[in-house]
């Protein structure tokens, strides 16, 4: 149980366009999702908490109008990566609360902004 | 401030010696702390976790790990490693408030030699 999907796993964009990454809880509703960016050989910086029927809260450096999150749903949240460019080629990861300690991870998804 | 430590950028052991990730913490209160295991382009496994009772805690692939508050430690520790166990490690620690955010460290590259 406690699955997390991310779609799509792999994608290229052109600078100045937008794209969506989705986040889904499979077999459990989430309450509270989490974003989470990941630099080549670093650590993870998270971005965002996404809670259901609200705003997200974004982590301090974080551009919240570049950086769309919805949390529409109890199985899915979305990153929208507004007006990409190349900088913003990273490996984003998402994960899904599951009870008041535990987080379940998705698989990540890859963007590269040419 | 609240931080996790991974002091250790790589660790080299060879197959079937014991393996030994290393992990510091420094919350408030009463730490709940993660490791996580990362393959290349993946998302993160969870391996293990302590949220309460017994210092050592047993994990996936033969892991556990061993609590110590006294030195806030949770290393991560295997007794006979295997060349697939090689992949990044990350300590995690869920902050004691009603955010639910993680922090992570900076991860440990382990790499197991025939």
């Known amino acids: 149980g406690a699955v997390v999907s991310q779609h799509p796993s792999w994608v290229i964009c052109k600078s100045g366009t937008s794209v969506k990454i989705e986040c889904r809880s499979l077999d459990f509703q989430a309450t509270t999702m989490f974003w989470y960016r990941q630099f080549p050989k670093q650590s993870l910086m998270l971005m965002a908490t996404s809670n259901e029927g609200s705003k997200a809260t974004y982590e301090q450096g974080v551009e919240k109008d570049k950086f769309l999150i919805n949390h529409a749903s109890l199985t899915l949240s979305t990153l929208t990566v507004t007006s990409a460019h190349p900088e913003d080629s990273s490996f984003y990861i998402c994960?899904?609360?599951?009870?008041?300690?535990?987080?379940?991870f998705g698989p990540g998804t890859r963007l590269t902004v040419t | 401030a609240q931080s996790v430590a991974q002091p250790e950028d790589q660790v080299n052991v060879a197959e079937g010696n014991p393996l030994t990730v290393k992990c510091t913490y420094s919350?408030?209160?009463?730490?709940?702390l993660f490791w996580y295991v990362q393959y290349p382009n993946r998302g993160l496994q969870f391996l293990l976790k302590?949220?309460?009772?017994?210092?050592l805690v047993k994990g996936s692939y033969g892991f556990e790990a061993e609590f110590n508050k006294s030195q806030t430690s949770f290393h991560l520790k295997k007794p006979s490693a295997l060349v697939s166990d090689s992949a990044l490690y990350f300590c995690?620690?869920?902050?004691?408030?009603?955010?639910?955010?993680?922090?992570f460290g900076t991860g440990t590259r382990l790499k197991v030699l025939a």
């Open positions: 995690a620690v869920r902050l004691v408030s009603g955010t639910y955010k993680y922090i």
């Open positions: 302590y949220i309460t009772g017994d210092n």
């Open positions: 994960s899904a609360r599951v009870r008041d300690y535990e987080q379940y």
């Open positions: 919350v408030s209160g009463n730490p709940y």
